[in-house]
């Protein structure tokens, strides 16, 4: 079975910077994209980025020139650098990948992990 497994999470200052690791295990037989996920309470959960295999990848608007997503495809770890944080990051942070394995295309998600951008 697939597992994402995170770390990386906790408070920092505005302005702080933080890096976000996914660490997943398990058969994969093809990894199409990677991503992260952001949720506050009352709220759904928005994109905060995505890569693909190839090394496209897409940011919200709002994470534009201060987050950085990469994937190490050799041990399939996924990164999210984020610098320049500010109150309005404060969100649990989910990994999510496609993957196809044994010909069965899913999504999976890790468990999430908390950041706190307060003073």
């Known amino acids: 079975q697939v597992q994402l497994v995170e770390s990386g999470g906790g408070l920092v200052q505005p302005g702080g910077s933080l890096r976000l690791s996914c660490v997943v295990s398990?058969?994969?037989?093809?990894?199409?994209?990677m991503g992260w996920y952001r949720q506050v309470p009352e709220k759904e959960r928005e994109l905060v980025a995505v890569i693909w295999s190839r090394g496209t990848t897409k940011y919200a608007d709002s994470v534009k020139g201060r987050f950085t997503i990469s994937l190490d495809n050799a041990k399939y770890i996924l990164y999210l650098q984020m610098n320049s944080l500010a109150p309005e990051d404060t969100a649990v942070y989910y990994c999510?990948?496609?993957?196809?394995?044994?010909?069965?295309?899913?999504?999976?998600w890790g468990q999430g992990t908390q950041v706190t951008v307060s003073s």
């Open positions: 999510n990948a496609d993957i196809i394995t044994r010909g069965i295309r899913r999504d999976y």
């Open positions: 398990g058969t994969i037989s093809v990894m199409n994209s």
